[in-house]
């Protein structure tokens, strides 16, 4: 969960690419554009897809996505109850003034009203325990990666 400029994509990198579901993508493949919002309903319908597929086969799948609206938690935290495959939160409680910059600082800015409407949209480690989630990583606290 973190807001666009955040750093989840940086993240996940650092795992196969296979394990990695990624919105922007599917927007990409959809609609030759990645920040083509018209895409985003078919982009969740194949990040579904693939959710199910991995999970089905018990293979651990970062969702690569901001997921800070509560319903496309609900939604993870549905497909993961369903086939009885742990869950992890990874929270990108990352400062705005910092996201601000990394998003100013690289190829695809996103605007700057979007990054601060996600921003504000950020839960709190209490609330994602409330929703389900056992498990809640602040990225804070994780190693940075090296350049
Ligand atoms: N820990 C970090 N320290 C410094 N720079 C970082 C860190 N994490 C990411 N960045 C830089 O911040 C920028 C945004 O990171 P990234 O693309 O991973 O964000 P994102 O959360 O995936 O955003 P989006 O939701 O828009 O895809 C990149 O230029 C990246 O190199
Ligand atoms: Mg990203």
Redesign the pocket.
Known sequence: M??????????AARYPSTWCLNL?TYRALVADDETDQSATPVAVQIQDLLLDARLARGLTTIV???NLRVAARAGLLARAAHWERPVVAVL?DVPLATVEA??A??D?V?RTHIVRKFHRLLPTVGQLHDEGWPTVHLASTLT??TP
């Not at 973190?2 to 993240?11: A, M």
């Open positions: 973190g807001s666009p400029g955040s750093g989840k994509s940086t993240l922007d690569d996505s901001t990108f990394q998003n600082g690289r695809r996103v940075r990666p």
